[in-house]
């Protein structure tokens, strides 16, 4: 018992000097690395917590904080917070054996509630200016190509910025459960299934939900000249929903036919407008057709006419 409980401590304890030491080298490296790093910081706390109780994680958080806070930067401290949470979290649901969905959600909240602190609350203490960023990133768009302008002003750019933090919180969502996934699956942690979004599938209940909502508020505004943002939030979401729906087909054609070096490229091309508009196809037709259970079944055949 008492060697156990001396383990634990020493455990806690190099975690906390850890993110000491990695507090340090992103102040030394100015910021450089600072969002790989709370990527990182979520592991550790991720396999803390599902071996020992909450109660013990707290307190390595809370210790952990305390360091950071000493020798860090603001924007880490305030990333390095919300990866104690992520971290916080993700270890209670493992050991609680949880659902993927919860899992997903519960890590969506935290990273939104991040990016609000960064972007929102603490922005001016950050020197950090969406709404800048925003226009900048629309002026070197419109630069490129003229065109865009015609069809998408600057104020409706800034106005889909909740849509921004939205994107970004379940990009980074899905980026810090992978990487737990990956790394802690070798040390025996249980996770739920897989989290690649090669397996995302989303019911064709769900399905028929997101494409209602996402018509509805296309119709509404352009047939029926409804002016109102939430329905352009409304279709935004939806579009990329399917989009999501579409890049995990694709994702999953390229791993069955062993095209793996693609994979970072069929990322990258969600954010090219024409091919996204492809990937929605996609998504519309994985969801509501066989398509996905006909590409494994055929794989299988194929796999068994090799052997």
């Known amino acids: 018992m008492g060697h156990t409980h001396t383990k634990r401590m020493v455990q806690g304890a190099m975690i906390a000097a850890l993110f000491g030491v990695l507090s340090l080298i992103n102040t030394y490296t100015g910021s450089l690395f600072d969002i790989f790093i709370c990527y990182g910081m979520v592991v550790p706390l991720v396999w803390y917590g599902y071996t020992y ?17 000493m020798v860090g930067l603001p924007f880490f401290v ?33 990273m939104l509630m991040n990016n609000i602190l960064l972007y929102e609350v603490f922005a001016g203490l950050l020197q950090m200016d969406i ?36 994107i970004m919180s379940v990009m980074e969502m899905y980026v810090v459960i992978l990487i737990c996934q990956l790394t802690l699956s070798r040390l025996k942690v249980q996770f739920p299934g897989n989290f690649h979004l090669a397996t995302m599938h989303l019911s064709e209940k769900t399905g ?31 579009v990329f929903t399917f989009a999501l729906q579409g890049l995990s087909f694709v994702l999953l054609f390229l791993i069955m036919k ?48 090799e052997l």
């Open 258 to 305: 062993q095209r793996r070096g693609l994979v970072i490229l069929a990322f990258l091309a969600l954010f090219i407008p024409m091919v996204s508009t492809i990937y929605v196809v996609v998504g519309i037709i994985d969801i509501f057709s066989d398509l996905r259970r006909n590409l494994l079944y055929n794989n299988n055949n194929d796999e068994e006419g």
């Open 78 to 110: 305030i990333s390095s917070f919300s990866s104690c949470l992520t971290g916080l979290f993700i270890g209670e649901a493992l050991k609680r054996q949880l659902s993927k969905g919860k899992i997903l959600l519960g890590t969506f909240v935290v």
């Open 53 to 69: 109780s909450i109660k013990d994680n707290v307190i390595v958080c809370v210790v952990s904080m305390i360091v950071i806070a």
């Open 208 to 238: 028929l939900v997101v494409a209602g909502f996402m018509f509805s508020s296309y119709l509404l505004q352009n047939f029926m000249n409804v002016e109102s943002i939430y329905l352009t939030y409304i279709y935004m979401l939806g």
């Open 131 to 166: 709404v800048d960023e925003m226009t900048l990133m629309y002026q070197e768009m419109v630069a490129i190509m003229p065109q865009i302008a015609q069809r998408v002003s600057l104020d409706m750019m800034i106005s889909i910025i909740p849509i921004v933090l939205i």
